[in-house]
């Protein structure tokens, strides 16, 4: 049994991929956790922002681009229990969110959205800004490249269609469906940490895909994701 399974509103509740993901990016990090004001980037449909609750986060605010996933995240949390004051859910970017909203966290949950993204710098930026000192990160790699190691700080620039609400919701121009977005390489993110003066750390995956199996998370098995913890001492 994992932690989703019991939460069936949520979708892909019970998978596999999930509930590995809730033990290696939630339940792994209770300490930068429990009794924080946490920012969910990229709430989706409220099932962090839900874990991290349930892990006894104070406050949770979430950021969701699409307006029918931010009606779903409110849904689902009042749907379990969660009293209102304990949330809040913004429409938009994270830009736009974090310019207008002005918003202070002690934790920041980005997970599956760095790789939607091609501002790092930008969202790095903001995150620093919000007050957090950690970032507990989930993404998608490019590869680093081996010949110097300035240059293996590269990103990989690729368009994903909008249409997806696992994608990007901003189109690069209007009519065209599709969004620019940048898979960062393993040096890159070390590298932004740095220079955000965070330290950063990596999970060690091998012992959840032991546990869990690889069925659902070939792309850690593979080294194609990984997730970093960055704190700011």
Same mark, same amino acid.
């Given at each position: 049994?994992?932690?989703? +399974?019991?939460? =069936?509103?949520?979708?892909?509740?019970?998978?596999?991929?999930?509930?590995? @993901?809730?033990?290696?990016?939630?339940?792994?990090?209770?300490?930068?956790?429990?009794?924080?004001?946490?920012?969910? !980037?990229?709430?989706?449909?409220?099932?962090?922002?839900?874990?991290?609750? #349930?892990?006894?986060? =104070?406050?949770?605010?979430?950021?969701?681009?699409?307006?029918?996933? !931010?009606?779903?995240?409110?849904?689902?949390?009042?749907?379990?229990?969660?009293?209102? #004051? @304990?949330?809040?859910?913004?429409?938009?970017?994270?830009?736009?969110?974090?310019?207008n909203?002005?918003?202070?966290?002690?934790?920041?949950?980005?997970?599956?959205?760095?790789?939607?993204?091609? +501002?790092?710098?930008?969202?790095?930026?903001?995150l620093?800004?919000?007050?957090?000192d =950690?970032? $507990? $990160?989930?993404t998608?790699?490019?590869?680093?490249h081996?010949?110097?190691?300035?240059?293996?700080?590269?990103?990989?620039?690729?368009?994903?269609?909008?249409?997806?609400?696992?994608?990007?919701?901003?189109?690069?121009?209007?009519?065209?469906?599709?969004?620019? *977005?940048?898979?960062? #390489?393993?040096?890159?993110?070390?590298?932004?940490?740095?220079?955000?003066?965070? *330290? #950063?750390?990596? *999970?060690?995956?091998?012992?959840?895909?032991?546990?869990?199996? =690889?069925?659902g998370?070939?792309?850690?098995?593979?080294?194609?994701?990984?997730?970093?913890?960055?704190?700011?001492?």
């Open positions: 049994m994992g932690f989703f +399974d019991a939460y =069936t509103r949520f979708r892909e509740a019970g998978t596999v991929r999930l509930n590995a @993901r809730y033990e290696a990016l939630i339940d792994r990090h209770r300490t930068w956790i429990t009794g924080k004001r946490v920012l969910d !980037v990229g709430s989706h449909d409220g099932r962090w922002a839900f874990a991290a609750l #349930s892990c006894g986060a =104070t406050h949770v605010v979430g950021i969701e681009p699409r307006p029918e996933l !931010v009606a779903a995240a409110e849904d689902n949390l009042l749907a379990y229990g969660v009293s209102p #004051s @304990r949330f809040s859910f913004y429409i938009g970017s994270v830009e736009q969110v974090m310019r909203a002005e918003l202070q966290v002690e934790t920041a949950l980005v997970f599956g959205v760095l790789y939607h993204l091609h +501002d790092h710098v930008g969202l790095f930026r903001m620093r800004g919000s007050g957090a =950690t970032l $507990i $990160i989930d998608a790699l490019s590869p680093d081996s010949e110097a190691k300035w240059y293996s700080r590269t990103v990989a620039l690729l368009t994903e269609p909008v249409d997806n609400v696992m994608n990007a919701a901003s189109e690069l121009f209007p009519g065209s469906g599709k969004a620019i *977005v940048s898979h960062p #390489s393993r040096a890159a993110v070390r590298f932004l940490a740095e220079q955000f003066e965070f *330290v #950063s750390t990596e *999970v060690d995956w091998p012992p959840f895909l032991e546990t869990w199996g =690889t069925d998370l070939s792309d850690y098995a593979e080294d194609k994701r990984t997730t970093f913890v960055l704190h700011r001492p």
